[in-house]
């Protein structure tokens, strides 16, 4: 049981807020800081959106879409 949650925190994994892919830290294209949170993205794309206008992605109504 120790070695699975070892293995499950070294393979953390984020959902990228634009587009709702997961992604890992070491995958990711970039990652940004908001509000305390660190968001991680696929790529550079879809950082640049989220840079642009953080709280559209956040807000609930938001549906995350390729
Ligand atoms: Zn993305």
């Given at each position: 049981?120790?070695?699975?949650?070892?293995?499950?925190?070294?393979?953390?994994?984020?959902?990228?807020?634009?587009?709702?892919?997961?992604?890992?830290?070491?995958?990711?294209?970039?990652?940004?800081?908001?509000?305390?949170?660190?968001?991680?993205?696929?790529?550079?794309?879809?950082?640049?959106?989220?840079?642009?206008?953080p709280e559209?992605?956040?807000?609930?109504?938001?549906?995350?879409?390729?």
């Amino acid at each position: 049981m120790d070695d699975k949650q070892k293995a499950a925190s070294s393979e953390q994994t984020y959902v990228d807020p634009v587009c709702g892919m997961t992604v890992t830290a070491e995958d990711s294209a970039g990652s940004y800081e908001y509000k305390g949170t660190t968001y991680y993205f696929c790529g550079p794309g879809c950082k640049r959106s989220f840079e642009k206008d953080p709280e559209k992605f956040l807000s609930p109504d938001y549906k995350p879409s390729m």
